[in-house]
């Protein structure tokens, strides 16, 4: 076995923080916020969130999103009130269809990692001008699913659960949050 770097996460405050940074009353800044929400509240990979569709996402009350993950995986995740909101909102802001993309750039193409990357990387700055003691590292679009996993295990939230949560195959994989 290798031993592992550091893991890179978010406290819930800088999460907190980092959410506030987008203006929702500009459209792409809404867009913003959604893609952001949702990839920490469903603590998807960002492969998962790029190819997402509208019709992936379920808010008749249930908040669950469908993710397509690793090895060509299905998982139901569910999502907060909050982060349904946003994505309501942002929905029907864009007039999107069942068959649409959920999140795409300027130009209506999908979202590369790099765009996603780009995105987040935006509000990171506009958060580290002040809270420059919460955003001292670099934070990537994985670090968002690295702090919802760290989150929930200091919430003292199942092993098992959050193994099914995050689409691993085996616990000793999610075991690796426990041990930080």
């Known amino acids: 076995k290798t ?5 890179n996460y978010l406290s819930v405050e800088a999460t907190k923080i980092l959410m506030q940074q ?3 009353q500009d459209k792409q ?3 913003d916020l959604a893609l952001l929400a949702l990839l920490y509240d469903s603590a998807a990979r960002v492969s998962e969130i790029t190819n997402m569709k509208v019709a992936n996402v379920l808010l008749n009350g249930q908040n669950i999103v469908q993710l397509f993950g690793k090895g060509n995986k299905t998982r139901f995740v569910p999502i907060t009130k909050e982060v349904a909101g ?3 909102n942002y929905i029907t802001t864009f007039n999107l269809q069942n068959d649409d993309l959920l999140f795409f750039n300027k130009s209506y193409y999908k979202l590369t990692r790099k765009g996603v990357t780009y995105i987040l990387n935006k509000y990171v700055l ?3 001008t002040s ?3 919460l955003f001292n590292k670099k934070i990537t679009p994985h670090c968002l699913r690295h702090s919802k996993a760290m989150h929930m295990v200091e919430n003292n939230v199942n092993l098992i659960h959050i193994r099914d949560f995050l689409g691993h195959v085996s616990v000793a994989t999610t075991e690796y949050y426990a041990n930080r």
């Open 3 to 7: 031993t592992h770097k550091p893991l």
């Open 22 to 24: 987008p203006n929702i």
């Open 29 to 31: 800044e809404l867009r």
């Open 86 to 88: 946003i994505l309501r």
């Open 126 to 128: 506009r958060a580290r």
């Open 131 to 133: 809270h420059q003691d």
